[in-house]
């Protein structure tokens, strides 16, 4: 990492106590019914970034600035509900663990954003002079593109924006319905000297990513094709788009849409024709982007990547929703957390993503415990004891002593792959190879608890990894939304004979990461237990055949600094 100056550690110190002081002194909202449960502060999370109250969604612009980590997110100052007028909120880290709020960055105050400053990126421009991009509701309603600078560029904060009258600089055309055109993305620089980003819209039903050129940042203009269109996938939100790895003389992109009819996002890889501003991907298969891996197959929405220039790597963040109802949100005080950084890479192979938290997040582990070589038998579980496992993260791996009991996998079961793990749960020996993992914040009967499992499938002269996370039974409290949410890991379990689960365990939230990070699942859980402090975490396996625990390392983990 690239080491910030003296002067700015310590203007960083300054400012983190400064703040941290400041905040103690501010009355916060107090809960506004304590007969709800919820409004327990032991479901805020304690290293998930998530503000001291109100509502969070979308991360907009996180960049890497002389020396110091921002975080821009759609933020609602006033209450713990959704609104149109969305503010920025903003806070800054030299680590992506322990952050410190800062002022409102952008809030509503123009005719081109008067109602509501909506979600947008950064980009860093010649001459490391940071820029972002957002979406502004202007008076009529319509969604424009804006633009906004740093006040001071000597400020390492960068606490004061400033949006230049021109705006705006982006606005809605020919066929694009005006209340559907938002979320610019990162712009990058094209060989021909012009800069080009993309803005999700609809037409004719079809979601898709226009793609917009400027020579000077200010004035832009459409380009002659749109970077991606499919028919019938509904409206396009917070489309990223970048390269990823050079694979055999070819550089990889990725393609990432958020889907707004379904809540989740989407990925495929594939090439850019820069030429005519197209992206190609690589599967010609399926056009149907409901088909393509989901870059999480839980509560994820709205992610967003930044290159983190201090070590090189492409780091996504991402907003993860609520379970809980409005009145529950409203009782909280809070609604909305971030998922913790995750770094991007892509398999060996260049057809799959990987995900795996960044290695900062492990400087909060504290003690640790270690299993291995446990065999667990057909209907067994197996207690991880010694640990605070409302606040932990989990690694385990799993072995198959064979697989010639695995189950025959039917075709169909590719399209919806929730309804596959609510019909094969984690809760009766189904038969064959699974269910197995975890189960986490679980009460001593398992009344409450939220399984994390594997099941492995005989398919045409290969096998189907399928992983699941079961919310169904995740809490007592009846009006929450408790899904099944599950996707097909793309490993090799023939060839490598084991499977690998990371999951971090964070009061009311379970992350967890499969085959490496070749599958992710994000859980929002609200169990009752976790009033008491009294929950446990149960490796399990209730298939039958056998599976063994190779190696189990799990740690308690300290909380994050977050003011």
């Not at 679980?442 to 594997?454: G, K, P, Q, R, S």
Request: aromatic residues 12%; glycine residues 6%.
């Amino acid at each position: 990492m690239v080491s910030p100056s003296a002067s700015l550690l310590s203007s960083l110190r300054w400012l983190f106590g400064f703040l941290f002081f400041s905040s103690s002194m501010v009355e916060i909202p107090p809960a506004e019914n304590f007969s709800n449960p919820l409004a327990s502060t032991q479901f805020r999370t304690a290293y998930h970034f998530q503000p001291t109250h109100y509502w969070m969604n979308d991360p907009n612009a996180p960049m890497y600035y002389d020396g110091v980590y921002h975080l821009f997110y759609q933020y609602n100052p006033n209450g713990a509900t959704w609104t149109a007028y969305m503010s920025w909120g903003h806070s800054v880290s030299t680590d992506l663990v322990h952050w410190t709020g800062l002022e409102l960055a952008l809030t509503p105050s123009d005719p081109f954003d008067i109602s509501g400053c909506w979600s947008g990126s950064a980009t860093i421009l010649p001459g490391n002079k940071p820029v972002v991009l957002y979406t502004g509701l202007d008076t009529v309603g319509r969604q424009v593109q804006n633009i906004a600078y740093p006040k001071n560029l000597s400020d390492p904060f960068l606490r004061e924006w400033i949006k230049p009258n021109y705006n705006p600089v982006i606005e809605p055309h020919q066929k694009i319905n005006a209340a559907l055109f938002r979320d610019p993305s990162t712009a990058w620089l094209g060989k021909d000297g012009s800069w080009r980003l993309t803005v999700g819209t609809l037409i004719d039903e079809g979601g898709l990513a226009i793609v917009y050129k400027s020579k000077d940042f200010m004035k832009w203009v459409p380009a002659e094709n749109p970077l991606y269109y499919t028919n019938g996938s509904g409206m396009w939100e917070c489309v990223d788009f970048f390269p990823l790895k050079e694979i055999q003389g070819a550089t990889k992109y990725l393609l990432k849409v958020s889907m707004y009819d379904t809540l989740h996002d989407y990925y495929v890889m594939g090439t850019y024709d820069e030429e005519r501003d197209i992206f190609i991907k690589d599967d010609a298969s399926s056009d149907d982007c409901r088909m393509w891996p989901m870059i999480d197959y839980g509560r994820l929405y709205a992610s967003k990547t930044f290159v983190d220039e201090a070590k090189q790597r492409r780091i996504l963040w991402a907003w993860s929703n609520e379970t809980s109802s409005v009145a529950d949100n409203v009782a909280k005080g809070w609604a909305g957390i971030q998922t913790v950084p995750r770094v991007l890479s892509v398999d060996t192979d260049g057809k799959r993503l990987i995900q795996w938290p960044i290695e900062e997040i492990e400087s909060l582990r504290r003690e640790q415990i270690h299993l291995q070589d446990i065999e667990l038998k057909t209907g067994s579980q197996v207690e991880v004891r010694g640990l605070k496992v409302s606040q932990a993260d989990v690694e385990v791996e799993f072995e198959f002593q064979n697989l010639t009991g695995a189950e025959p996998f039917d075709a169909n079961w590719v399209v919806d792959p929730p309804k596959l793990c609510r019909e094969k749960d984690a809760y009766a020996n189904h038969g064959g190879i699974g269910p197995f993992g975890l189960l986490v914040l679980a009460a001593d009967n398992l009344e409450e608890n939220t399984a994390v499992y594997f099941r492995v499938f005989r398919a045409e002269g290969s096998y189907k990894v399928l992983m699941c996370a079961d919310q169904r039974r995740s809490s007592k409290k009846s009006e929450l939304y408790k899904p099944a949410s599950g996707g097909f890991v793309d490993i090799d379990v023939k060839k490598d004979g084991k499977i690998s689960l990371r999951t971090l365990i964070d009061h009311s939230v379970v992350e967890s990461f499969g085959g490496g990070g070749r599958a992710c699942i994000t859980s929002r859980v609200y169990p009752t237990i976790l009033l008491n402090d009294n929950t446990h975490l149960y490796a399990f396996n209730y298939g039958t055949e056998t599976v063994k625990i190779s190696e189990l390392k799990a740690w308690n983990m300290a909380p994050a600094q977050i003011s």
